[in-house]
């Protein structure tokens, strides 16, 4: 079973960075795909980033393209998410969450183990 613990949230003013980390543990596979959701109050919970944990491919949502980066270590089995030129719609409550397969990395249903969460605030 895998277990995921993802920090590294904040407050930040408008143009900022932040780094999100996923450590991960337990059973893990090298075909695992890694992403990354959100949730702001009130809204649907939102594809942000995925990464295939053995290829390294990448998929982004279209809102955060140019501005985010994921990543993995495989050495420290940790995944990030570098975020940078924030704005005041990039906040939410961000979690990190693992499957196996890289095919349907923006659904999240198909997801079957998740973070808890940490709190991105950006302010204007």
């Known amino acids: 079973q895998v277990q995921l613990v993802d920090t590294g949230g904040g407050l930040v003013q408008a143009g900022g960075s932040l780094r999100l980390s996923c450590a991960v543990s337990?059973?893990?596979?090298?075909?695992?795909?890694m992403g990354w959701f959100r949730q702001a109050p009130g809204q649907e919970r939102e594809f942000v980033a995925a990464?295939?944990?053995?290829?390294?491919?990448?998929a982004y949502v279209d809102s955060v393209k140019g501005r985010f980066t994921i990543s993995r270590d495989n050495a420290k089995n940790t995944v990030y998410l570098q975020m940078n030129s924030l704005k005041p719609e990039d906040t939410a409550v961000y979690s990190c969450?693992?499957?196996?397969?890289?095919?349907?990395?923006?659904?999240?249903?198909?997801?079957?183990?998740w973070g808890q969460g940490t709190q991105v605030t950006v302010s204007s």
């Open positions: 990464i295939s944990w053995s290829t390294g491919n990448r």
């Open positions: 337990g059973r893990t596979f090298g075909n695992y795909a």
């Open positions: 969450a693992a499957k196996f397969g890289f095919f349907h990395y923006s659904d999240y249903s198909q997801y079957n183990a």
